[in-house]
C-alpha cells in the first residue's frame, strides 16, 4: 500500500517537472519591455506582408513583435485600453477621432492600395462600366443584388458605410444585405460561395483570387482610396505601453528599406504590388 | 474534390518533409494541450473525488455547477482570461497574455470541469459498499481515496481522453489568448483559421489531417492502456 502511494507520489513529481519544464520557455520571452504588441488589420497578415516584414523588424532591434490581426476598429479598441502598443490600421476617420481623443502619438502615413468592388461574373445588378462608386451601390440596393458586408467595425466596414451613407442608402436591416462580423479573407470566401458582392482591398483580393472567381467590376474612382497609417499608443495614458518599441517600429515602416520591400511585395507572385509605399507623403485628404 | 486531395497531398507533404513551421506549430499544439490536460487532471480529479466522497450542505448545487461547467463554451473562456490577462486587468502584472503559457491556463479552464464532472460521476458509480470494506481491512483514509480512484481508472481514462479531445480541437480561446502568433503561439486549430482566411486551403486541409492525427494517435494509446485490462 505503501509503495503504492510512493509510487504516485513520484509520477506526480515527474509530472510536475514536465510542466515546469513547458511552463518555464513559455514564460522567458526576455524582459517585459522587449515584447511589442502591433494590432493591425487582418489585410496586412491575410495579404502576408507582415510575414515579411515582422521577422526584419525583430533581427533588426531586438524587440519580439506579437501580432494581433483583426480589424481597425478592434486594433484601435485595443490602443484605446492600453492594450497595444502600436497600430497600423486603415480607417482614417477613426484614427483622427482616436487621435484627437488623445489615445495615440505619432500617426503616420505608410503606404495606400485601394478598395474594389468585386462580384459574381453575372453582375446581376450591372454595375461593371458605371460611372461612379455610388451609383454602383445604389444599383446594388435598387436590383437587391446580395450585398456581403464585413460588419466587424474594420477599416474596410467603415468604409463600406461611409459609401453607403454618401449614397444615402440605409442598408442594415435589408434582406439582400449581410455582414458576416470575419475578417477580409474570409468575408471574400463567403461573398464567392453566394455569389453576392462586396468590397475588399486590393491586396487580400488579389492574393485570394485563384480560388475566387469574382472579378473587380469597379475601381479606380478617388473614394476607393485606401490609406495606411502607423499609429503609437499614448504612453502618458497608459504608461505600461512600449513606447520605445512604438518608435522604433514606426521609424522602420517609413525606412527606405521597408518601404522598397513595399513597394515590391507581391509583384512576381500576383503580377502587380499589394500595396504602395506613402512614406514622408501629404496627406490624401 | 481536387482540392480534398491536394490537401491530403500537401499534409503528408509537410508531414514527410518535416517541414519547421509546420512541425512547430504540432509540437506546440500537444505541449499546450499535454500540459492544459496534465493541470486539469490534478485539480479534477482532486476536486471529483472530493466532492463524491463527502456530503455538505448545497452539494447538489455544486455538483450542478460542475456539470454545467462540462459544458462551457471556450470563446466564453478566452473572452474572460483575456480580460483577467490584459496589462491593465486584474492579472496585468503576470504578463502572459498572448504567450502560450495564456492558452494553456485557457484550456485548463476549459478541461477542469470536464475532468472534475467525469471524475465525480465514476467514484459515485463505485459499489458503496466497497469504502466500507476497504475501511474495515484496516485502510487509513488516503489510502482508501487512493484504491477508489485506481479502481475508477478506466472511466478516468475516458476523462483524459474527453478534456484532450476537447482542448486540442479548440479554436475561439487560443486565438483570443494566444495571438495566433507566427513562430511563437500559433497551434493547429489557429493555423487552420488562419490559412483558410487566406485562402491556402490545400495548407488548411494539411493542418486538419495533422490535428486529426493527433488526435488519434493519443487517443489510440489511451485507448491502448484502458482496454489492456477489462474491468472485473
New interface residues.
Given amino acids: 500500500m505503501k509503495r503504492e502511494l510512493r509510487k504516485v507520489l513520484g509520477l506526480a513529481l515527474v509530472a510536475a517537472v514536465f510542466l515546469i519544464g513547458i511552463a518555464l520557455p513559455a514564460c522567458a520571452a526576455g524582459p517585459a519591455q522587449k515584447n511589442l504588441i502591433l494590432a493591425t488589420t487582418t489585410s496586412t497578415q491575410d495579404s502576408g506582408l507582415l510575414d515579411v516584414l515582422i521577422p526584419m523588424f525583430e533581427k533588426k532591434t531586438g524587440y519580439f513583435v506579437k501580432t494581433i490581426a483583426v480589424g481597425s476598429g478592434q486594433a484601435m479598441a485595443m490602443g484605446q485600453k492600453g492594450e497595444a502598443d502600436v497600430l497600423l490600421v486603415h480607417s482614417p476617420d477613426a484614427e483622427k477621432k482616436f487621435m484627437a481623443e488623445g489615445y495615440g502619438v505619432n500617426r503616420l502615413i505608410v503606404m495606400h492600395n485601394d478598395y474594389i468592388i468585386i462580384g459574381p461574373p453575372a453582375d446581376p445588378a450591372a454595375i461593371k462600366g458605371g460611372s461612379s462608386t455610388l451609383e454602383a451601390f445604389k444599383k446594388i440596393a435598387a436590383a437587391g443584388s446580395l450585398f456581403m458586408s464585413r460588419g466587424d467595425n474594420s477599416g474596410t466596414h467603415a468604409k463600406e458605410q461611409g459609401i453607403w451613407k454618401a449614397a444615402g442608402i440605409k442598408p442594415e436591416g435589408q434582406k439582400w444585405y449581410q455582414q458576416t462580423g470575419l475578417g477580409m479573407g474570409q468575408t471574400l470566401n463567403v461573398a464567392a460561395e453566394k455569389k453576392g458582392y462586396t468590397l475588399a482591398d486590393r491586396g487580400t483580393w488579389l492574393s485570394l483570387q485563384k480560388n475566387l472567381g469574382l472579378p473587380i467590376l469597379k475601381e479606380g474612382d478617388s473614394i476607393l482610396l485606401n490609406v495606411y497609417h502607423v499609429i503609437g499608443v499614448n504612453p502618458a495614458k497608459w504608461p505600461k505601453v512600449n513606447a520605445d518599441g512604438a518608435k522604433a517600429f514606426s521609424d522602420f515602416m517609413l525606412s527606405g528599406e521597408t518601404q522598397g520591400i513595399v513597394k515590391t511585395f507581391g509583384v512576381e507572385k500576383y503580377g502587380g504590388a499589394l500595396f504602395f509605399p506613402d512614406a514622408g507623403k501629404p496627406e490624401y485628404e | 474534390m481536387d482540392l480534398i486531395l491536394e490537401g491530403l497531398r500537401k499534409a503528408f507533404y509537410l508531414i514527410f518533409t518535416l517541414d519547421r513551421e509546420v512541425l512547430g506549430i504540432t509540437l506546440l499544439s500537444l505541449?499546450v494541450s499535454g500540459?492544459a490536460t496534465?493541470?486539469s487532471l490534478?485539480i479534477g480529479i482532486s476536486v471529483g473525488t472530493a466532492v463524491a466522497l463527502s456530503k455538505f450542505p448545497g452539494r447538489q448545487l455544486v455538483v450542478s455547477l460542475i456539470n454545467t461547467g462540462m459544458g462551457l463554451p471556450p470563446v466564453v473562456v478566452g473572452l474572460f482570461v483575456t480580460i483577467f490577462l490584459?496589462?491593465?486587468g486584474p492579472l496585468?502584472f503576470l504578463?502572459?497574455?498572448?504567450?502560450?503559457?495564456a492558452i494553456?491556463l485557457a484550456q485548463a479552464v476549459i478541461a477542469t470541469p470536464i475532468v472534475t464532472g467525469i471524475t465525480l460521476a465514476s467514484i459515485q458509480n463505485l459499489p458503496a459498499n466497497l469504502r466500507l470494506q476497504i475501511l474495515a481491512l484496516g485502510?487509513t483514509r488516503?489510502?482508501m481515496v487512493?484504491l477508489l480512484v485506481?479502481e475508477a481508472r478506466l472511466p478516468l481514462l475516458a476523462a483524459v481522453m474527453a478534456g484532450f479531445g476537447g482542448i486540442i480541437s479548440e479554436v475561439g480561446a487560443s486565438i483570443m489568448v494566444g495571438?495566433?502568433?507566427?513562430g511563437?503561439s500559433r497551434v493547429l486549430t489557429t493555423a487552420t483559421v488562419?490559412e483558410?482566411?487566406?485562402?491556402n486551403?490545400d495548407v488548411a486541409i494539411a493542418l486538419s489531417v495533422i490535428l486529426m492525427l493527433l488526435a488519434f494517435i493519443v487517443n489510440a494509446i489511451l485507448t491502448q492502456i484502458q482496454q489492456r485490462e477489462r474491468p472485473r
Fill in positions: 505541449q500540459t496534465l493541470i490534478f490584459w496589462r491593465n496585468g504578463e502572459i497574455l498572448y504567450t502560450p503559457t494553456i485502510a488516503v489510502q487512493w485506481k495571438g495566433n502568433i507566427r511563437y488562419m483558410t482566411g487566406r485562402g486551403f
